[in-house]
């Protein structure tokens, strides 16, 4: 079937390759570990810092949206983006974090917003039974972009020696990221957007400041939501591991980009194959909830086993100049392995997180809210997770750090899945959706 512009898939391509070009070129850089630096200590505050205003505009992230729209909430939160690449030729040049760290915050600020907004259109424009679809789509777009930007760091440090990115690649990113913040601007008015069945996405009409506060607040006297909150905590906890200890410590520089495609490049296929679980019509949606924890656990226990094998193979990392080279197959191949399947765990892991928070309601307007709250949340645990790098905690403590959450955050997940039913009910109160006749568009 052909795509319409005004078509619910046609949107989530659209917001898709906004993030391929935003999000997707700062986990390029991000991935490398330390932003690219031989250094690791500004980048490393700089995620504290953008993970700590992230926790606070994820939250309020869902409301921002409602209030203003998807367009141009995308639009600004897309070059924070560009300014936090930037910050990084300042580095190179003065060697003072101040202003990387500072551009940190900013882009907190601007990825709660933005992806407020993304995981709005993701889980409610799509039907209940194209949800993993959807989400998988989506998934796969954005981490071209993560792919991508590992071609272009291969490409450019291939013949380098150095510990640390050139002016050149930061600003090849710094154009990319633009271009992703311009294009949020092709979104179309959510008021316009129909499913292939012809249904609006639009379920609520109105919102205000004022109503926005109330439901903010009752996001943190929700049960389900604070039943999620191990999730939630946990989802992007483990970045900071993958990034910093297994390919930040363990690889020279082109290598870094070399496993960077591989991570990304994982990340797509795992997030197409858990879409086959997740929208399989021979399962109820509770049994396809549960199919799929499963999956994760066993991939995820894989990869903290196989972490701890190559924890004790390097148990402090290696010095720059005997880092692994992609080359040399018989001791780079298992890392290699290793952080290609964290690619894959973390697609997974965070499809299953956005389905059972899709599976809750078709709400759009509530689903921003309960996507912001997911964000917030999870960028909580990336501050604290971040930080312990920046403190230099020992790299297995924070390994087991990792699996004891990984652990805590399953018994929650498998009770709100337990209670999700085949078909969501999304029941308007009076008090909560009267709309008055002038307010009745929902801002673009």
Not at 137 to 153: K, P
Not at 302 to 309: F, H, K, Q, V, Y
Not at 385 to 405: D, F, G, R, T
Request: charged content about 10%; overall charge neutral.
């Amino acid at each position: 079937m052909a795509l319409r512009y005004y078509n619910a898939l046609t949107q989530v391509i659209i917001v898709g390759f906004v993030c391929f070009l935003c999000p997707g070129m700062f986990n390029a850089v991000n991935g490398m570990g330390g932003g690219g630096q031989l250094d690791d200590t500004a980048a490393n505050n700089a995620n504290t810092a953008l993970y700590s205003t992230f926790v606070v505009f994820g939250v309020l992230g869902g409301a921002i949206v409602n209030l203003f729209g998807v367009r141009w909430t995308i639009f600004g939160s897309g070059f924070t983006y560009a300014l936090y690449s930037a910050s990084y030729i300042y580095l190179n040049h003065k060697a003072d974090g101040s202003f990387t760290i500072a551009a940190g915050a900013l882009l907190g600020i601007g990825a709660g917003i933005l992806w407020a907004a993304q995981g709005m259109i993701m889980v409610s424009y799509p039907r209940e039974e194209e949800k993993g679809r959807y989400i998988a789509v989506f998934w796969v777009i954005f981490n071209m972009g993560g792919v991508l930007g590992g071609i272009i760091l291969l490409g450019m440090n291939y013949n380098s020696t150095a510990g640390s990115l050139s002016d050149g690649v930061y600003i090849a990113f710094v154009v990319l990221e633009c271009l992703g913040a311009c294009l949020g601007l092709a979104l179309a008015p959510p008021s316009k957007v129909t499913r292939n069945d012809g249904s609006s996405v639009v379920l609520v009409k109105y919102t205000n400041v004022g109503r926005e506060s109330i439901e903010i607040v009752k996001l943190f006297l929700n049960p389900l939501m604070l039943a999620l909150l191990p999730m939630c905590f946990t989802s992007n906890f483990f970045y900071s591991y993958q990034f910093g200890i297994i390919n930040g410590a363990l690889f020279n520089l082109r290598t870094r980009g070399f496993n960077n495609i591989f991570y990304w490049g994982a990340q797509m296929i795992g997030a197409y194959l858990i879409s086959l679980v997740l929208d399989s019509a021979k399962l109820t949606r509770k049994k396809r909830g549960f199919v799929a924890f499963l999956i994760v656990i066993v991939v995820f226990n894989s990869i903290w086993g196989g972490s701890l094998a190559v924890h004790n193979l390097y148990p402090a990392g290696l010095p720059l100049a005997e880092r692994l080279d992609f080359k040399d197959s018989a001791n780079a191949g298992g890392p290699i392995a290793l952080y290609f399947f964290c690619g894959i765990g973390d697609a997974l892991y965070q499809s299953l997180a956005y389905w059972i928070i899709g599976a809750l309601t078709n709400d759009n307007q509530l689903l921003a809210r309960y996507i912001g709250f997911y964000k917030g949340m999870q960028s909580f645990g990336g501050a604290i997770s971040w930080q312990l790098s920046a403190k230099k905690v020992s790299n297995k403590n924070q390994l087991i750090a990792n699996w004891v959450l990984f652990a805590i955050s399953l018994p929650s997940m498998l009770y709100v899945i337990w209670t999700l039913k085949d078909h969501s009910e999304d029941v308007k109160q009076a008090d909560e959706y009267e709309a008055s006749e002038k307010d009745v568009e929902v801002k673009a």
